[in-house]
């Protein structure tokens, strides 16, 4: 299985956004942003929550949250405050939210068949 990546636009309530590649990971719950990336459009930390990366390590980060676009969609999403390191990651939560899933065989975001009742 290979890696997918999407580009998206991230805007801070100041007004500053910025362009970036993110890696659709549907694994992740939140979407990271790279600390480089969410200080340029002054995201403030609201909350710390603590994570589990995929070799069992626990770790902290802090949360806030942004407006992001991609794929034709927007909307506002909680994101995690990334430290140097971090990769920029697309989690389900925000997928949800803009009523998105990943085609794992076309490696590409399809709208999501949103169910009521």
């Not at 990366?53 to 676009?69: M, N």
């Not at 994101?79 to 389900?92: S, Y």
């Not at 997928?95 to 794992?104: A, I, N, S």
């Amino acid at each position: 299985m290979g890696l997918t990546y999407v580009e998206a636009k991230v805007r801070g309530p100041a007004g500053p956004s910025r362009r970036l590649k993110l890696m659709v990971d549907s694994g992740a719950v939140y979407s990271l942003l790279p600390a480089k990336v969410w200080k340029a459009i002054q995201l403030k930390p609201k909350r710390t929550a603590e994570f589990t990366l995929a070799d069992g390590t626990t770790i902290e980060r802090q949360i806030s949250e942004c407006h992001i676009a991609l794929a034709g969609e927007e909307g506002h999403t909680p994101v995690i405050l990334g430290e140097p390191g971090d990769e920029a990651l697309l989690g389900v939560v925000t997928l949800e939210v803009l009523g998105l899933v990943l085609d794992p065989f076309k490696r590409t975001l399809q709208p999501m068949i949103l169910r009521l009742g």
